[in-house]
Every structure is written in C-alpha cells, then in structure tokens.
C-alpha cells in the first residue's frame, strides 16, 4: 500500500527567501505525481503534475521534481512571497490503484513580510 | 468556465441522522472522485466513478457510506446513521478522463458536523 510522507509539517520563511518542500512515496511504481495547495477552509488547488517519465515541471516561481528510483519529490518555491502561505500537499497515483490520489499530510508555509 | 461546485458548504446534523453531499463536476469531465479529510491530515480517497458506474469503491469505510451519479454528471454521497467519526471535510474532484495525465480539480468541500 502506498504511504506519502511530507516533511517539515510546518515551515516559516522570511519573504524573499528561496525553499524546497518535500515528499517521499514507498511505492515507486507511480503513474504521476502531484503538488497542491490549499487555503484555509478552502478546496485544493493543482500547481504541478508531473508524469512518471518526467523528471521535473515548472510554472512560474515553482519547479517539481520527480526521482522515482529514490521514492521522493520536491517542490521549490523562488523568491517566497506572503500570498504563498497555505498548506503544500503532494500525492501520488500507483500503479493498480485505479486512479486514487494517496496524499501526504501536507506542510503548512507560512511567509513572513 | 465553472469548476466543480459542491452542496452545502457546511452541514450540522445529530448522530444517527442521514445525510447527502452533492458534488456538480465540470462540464465534459467523466471521471469523478470523492475524498474525505480529517484536520490536519491529507484528503483520503473514497470512491471514483467513470461515467455511471462505482469504478473502485475500495475507500468506502463501510456500509453506511453509499455514492451514486445516475446520470454521469452530478454525484451525490450518502451517509446513513452518522457517527461523531464522520465529522471531516468531504471533498469531490474530476477530471476530464481518467487517464493519469489528467489533473483532478477539487471542490470546495462540505464540511459536515456529526453532533
């Protein structure tokens, strides 16, 4: 059975700084992976998904990355801004799990002003 | 255009009531998942459909849960003879297919209250 683990489960940064969360799978037979966010008392919202070919995927300030063979993924934020604070959740779909998501429990960031 | 809209936001009831969550995915998508989260931990997956049909129901904690999407659009979950551990975020997502390059887009959630 899959298990997603993300570690710091909360972080604070100044504004400004550079940083990388992080998410480690037991299972490396991974269709793709997945980096979230979510605001308090809201819904998720999808940042990046990378395939299990990719290595990596970017959009704007972030960047992905995928090392199956180690069981782990990253997300790095550039130049951190306060409107990044939210909760960060990867999650992974395996191979024989139909489509289900299997999440981590997320790292809260808080960037400071 | 609309993302995936889920009824109500919040829901109070007393143990050993009988509830339904509605869940309205976006447009064209046929595939539709429902998760559950509890505070502080990541969404856990309940249920998925492909068109009409309970793809994988494997989530479902046990028989009083039930989900249902007659016509391959809206969805709704049942819960009969709630229990105080039911009380979490019911979050509903779908995606175009259910293919693994295609992004789940998430609702909003009913948060539901089981006194």
């Known amino acids: 059975k899959q298990e997603v683990t993300q570690i710091p489960a909360a972080l604070s940064v100044p504004e400004g700084e550079n940083l990388v969360l992080n998410c480690s799978f037991t299972?490396?037979?991974?269709?793709?992976l997945q980096w979230f966010r979510q605001d308090p008392g809201k819904g998720l919202t999808s940042l990046l998904l990378i395939q299990s070919s990719q290595r990596e995927q970017t959009s704007g300030r972030l960047n992905a990355s995928l090392d199956k063979s180690s069981g782990r993924s990253t997300l790095y934020i550039a130049a951190s801004q306060p409107g990044d604070s939210a909760t960060y959740l990867c999650a992974a779909i395996s191979s024989g799990s139909a489509r289900q998501l299997t999440f981590g429990s997320g790292t809260q960031l808080t960037v400071l002003p | 255009g609309a993302g995936v809209s889920q009824t109500p936001s919040n829901k109070v009831t007393e143990k050993g009531k009988y509830v339904e969550l509605r869940c309205d995915p976006i447009?064209?998508?046929?595939?539709l998942y429902w998760y559950r989260q509890s505070l502080g931990q990541g969404p856990e997956f309940l249920i998925y459909f492909q068109g009409t049909g309970a793809a994988d129901d494997s989530g479902l904690p046990n028989d009083r849960f039930f989900a249902v999407r007659p016509e391959g659009s809206v969805s709704t979950l049942k819960i009969q003879r709630t229990e105080r551990g039911d009380s979490a975020v019911y979050l509903c997502?779908?995606?175009?297919?259910?293919?693994?390059?295609?992004?789940?887009?998430f609702g909003p959630g009913t948060r539901l209250t089981v006194l």
């Open positions: 299972d490396s037979a991974i269709y793709n």
């Open positions: 997502a779908s995606s175009y297919t259910p293919w693994d390059t295609d992004t789940q887009y």
């Open positions: 447009s064209g998508h046929t595939a």
